[in-house]
């Protein structure tokens, strides 16, 4: 366990998807997590968390592509699906780190590039605790799943079963 | 006497005030925010009132507090507590999921198994490793290792990375570790049920135990590791590290009836800032007759202190600086001596100062290292007899040495099992006097008559940082936490204002 090297076994794509399900449309990121584990897709490990510390580094180990699903507060609606670079937070906040963070969290700790990543972002509007899903945020979140799909089936493509050796 | 919401649910006691807590004209003062705080976890800010000359004239730190934790709560039935407390702090969900269990085995009159009671000790070990390997490696390092005036690009988690490669992995590792204890025991990553009222609903298989076995002494090297260089950082610049905004004041824990550090179980025990023992063997069930909680106009978060000795001498710290100081000893032999030679280093005094947070720090994540080695050597871990009940009653007081602090679950289920009052005192409340008085003291000694830069403003976050205050706030959404500085003129106008957008800020 106490390593770098990627476990056994690594799905070869991730989706790692980050929020409360308590908190109003914050619950997006689990939401979408849920739906995607229900789809059973083959070689995809779903992976769902409240929000991004620097050890989710370790669980890029291993991956051929990286998918992280979060809500956002503020941007373009229903959802923006863009590549992510490896950058250092200039909020430099411990409350969560960016998923870029995560990404130049992993260069540092491993010396590597981390797997290609992309962001989903999908607008959400209150965040309040105990508030159910708004409806515009649902029907954000149908409309990125359905954006994602093809993103997830690339990648058990022939030849890409497998993630590339340690 | 009454439980708190027996009388005055909003707290109660006067506004007693406190030396730059508040300024006499203020409106003729500048104010400077810092909001929100770099690498606290939650909401806060500190405004300071400067005059014209730019002499401190008051500063305040202000934390936006939960607030609909009982409208959440109220009307669930008892059961889901222990799960659903968990949506409240990213940072701490297994705390709170403790807590509230115990509060549980009050309300179904249950005495735990000893399984039961092992399998959460080590759930509870798990989290103060991963916390606190955390703060350690990933917050407080950039501020102890660079130094408070380094640049803002080195200050944080990837700056570590970058200059202290094996530093920064031993940490994510030592983190990794704690939470693969959680996961074994809780059943899952995030989200889980492990503690459940009266007891757990799973106990340790033999391949999980060999799983946690198989890395376990190589987590205690580590944690022996971290207290040498924390205690080295401390000895290397003694001066710095003594008077950074220190104060003196009470300290406030449970420890175990035989006055050895617990954390998970025991009696509230207060010490003054001289060492002396103010109150022993406190009954955490009727805590309210030791602690009560103040309201000031000015904070959404209220101040606790000591009833015996009223708000303005009972205000006290919690947290490792203050459970390693309360107690007698700690019952595992690398912790022990560890905590020894830093109450050596006080040479027969309590340390009072808020960088000496980190040393301690890492004594308690050696102890709960050792811990969780003994107890994976433990065969009740292995038992099947989960679960206990007994009387049944009203009221539930859960109370638990999270990692930053006491933390006091209390609530009063009705006999159709549904929670109709919740209260909790979470650690960064006990802590908020505190935390005012070392920002006062670093204000007074590095702010006043300068020019205010940034390095400046950095020190005022290092010394809350040392006390790792952490929110119910579990809400992270991308876009929420850009970093703002205002300088605001007494009339209210905002002079000036710096927000560093980051990559989130713009989805």
Redesign the interface.
């Known amino acids: 366990?106490?390593?770098?090297q990627p476990p056994p076994g690594a799905a070869p794509l991730l989706v790692l998807a980050?929020?409360?399900?308590?908190?109003g449309?914050?619950a997006l990121g689990p939401l979408a997590a849920q739906r995607l584990v229900e789809l059973a897709l083959p070689g995809v490990e779903v992976?769902?968390?409240?929000?991004l510390?620097?050890?989710h580094?370790?669980d890029l180990l291993g991956r051929i592509r990286v998918v992280f699903i979060?809500?956002?507060?503020?941007?373009g609606a229903p959802f923006?699906l863009r590549p992510l670079a490896p950058?250092?937070?200039?909020?430099?906040?411990?409350?969560?780190?960016?998923?870029?963070?995560v990404l130049?969290?992993y260069r540092?700790?491993t010396?590597s590039e981390p797997p290609p990543s992309r962001?989903l972002?999908i607008r959400?509007h209150d965040?309040?605790?105990?508030a159910p899903l708004s409806s515009a945020a649902a029907a954000n979140l149908d409309a990125a799943l359905a954006a994602l799909m093809p993103a997830l089936q690339v990648a058990v493509a022939p030849g890409h079963e497998q993630p590339p050796p340690a | 006497m009454l439980p708190p919401w027996g009388d005055s649910p909003q707290g109660e006691g006067s506004t007693m005030s406190f030396e730059l807590e508040t300024a006499a004209n203020a409106e003729h003062l500048r104010r400077v925010a810092i909001d929100p705080l770099s690498r606290v976890e939650g909401h806060g800010k500190v405004t300071l009132l400067l005059d014209e000359d730019d002499h401190v004239a008051q500063v305040r730190l202000h934390i936006v507090e939960f607030r609909g934790f009982e409208k959440f709560i109220q009307g669930r039935p008892y059961w889901e507590v222990p799960v659903m407390v968990q949506r409240l702090c990213g940072i701490c969900p297994v705390s709170h999921h403790l807590a509230a269990a115990k509060a549980m085995d009050m309300i179904v009159g249950a005495r735990l198994t000893p399984t039961a009671e092992k399998v959460r000790r080590l759930m509870h070990y798990g989290q103060i490793l991963q916390s606190h390997a955390l703060h350690f490696f990933h917050l407080a390092s950039p501020d102890l290792l660079f130094g408070f005036d380094s640049e803002v690009a080195r200050r944080n988690v990837v700056g570590v990375a970058a200059e202290q490669p094996e530093l920064a992995k031993k940490g994510v590792l030592l983190r990794k570790y704690g939470q693969e204890v959680i996961r074994v025991t809780a059943g899952k990553r995030v989200h889980g049920t492990g503690a459940i009222p009266g007891g757990v609903n799973k106990a340790l298989t033999v391949e999980e135990r060999e799983y946690l076995q198989e890395d376990i002494y190589r987590v205690v090297g580590w944690s022996r590791e971290a207290v040498e260089i924390a205690r080295r950082l401390h000895e290397s610049n003694r001066r710095l590290y003594d008077g950074f905004g220190t104060f003196r004041s009470s300290m406030l824990s449970i420890v175990a009836p035989d006055g050895a550090l617990d954390l998970y179980d025991g009696q509230l025990r207060a010490r003054d800032a001289d060492g002396r023992i103010l109150v022993d063997r406190g009954d955490c069930s009727r805590y309210w007759e030791l602690i009560v909680e103040e309201v000031k106009p000015w904070s959404y978060m209220k101040f606790p202190f000591l009833r015996s000795l009223g708000p303005q001498e009972g205000w006290y710290k919690v947290g490792p600086l203050a459970r390693v100081q309360n107690c007698d000893r700690i019952d595992t032999p690398l912790a022990d001596a560890a905590r020894r030679a830093f109450v050596d280093f006080g040479a027969g005094r309590p340390v009072h100062s808020p960088l000496a947070y980190h040393w301690t720090r890492m004594i308690e994540m050696l102890a709960a290292a050792e811990q969780i080695k003994d107890l994976l050597h433990d065969d009740d871990l292995l038992g099947t007899d989960l679960v206990t009940q007994g009387a049944r009653a009203e009221r539930g007081v859960g109370v638990i040495e999270a990692p930053r602090g006491t933390l006091i679950h209390h609530y009063r289920v009705d006999e159709h099992d549904q929670v109709t009052r919740a209260n909790l005192i979470v650690s960064t409340t006990h802590n908020n006097q505190a935390m005012n008085e070392a920002i006062r003291q670093v204000a007074r000694t590095y702010l006043d008559g300068r020019k205010l830069t940034e390095a400046l403003l950095n020190h005022i976050e290092v010394a809350i940082r040392a006390f790792d205050p952490c929110l119910s706030c579990a809400t992270h959404a991308l876009g929420q936490m850009p970093l703002a500085v205002e300088l605001v003129d007494g009339g209210g106008a905002t002079i000036d204002r710096l927000v560093k957008a980051t990559e989130a800020t713009r989805c």
């Open positions: 366990m106490l390593s770098l980050i929020g409360n399900p308590s908190r449309d914050d992976l769902t968390d409240f929000q510390q620097v050890e580094a370790l979060d809500a956002a507060a503020s941007g923006e950058a250092a937070d200039a909020r430099h906040s411990s409350h969560s780190l960016s998923p870029a963070a130049e969290a540092r700790l010396g962001l972002a959400g965040f309040e605790l105990g």
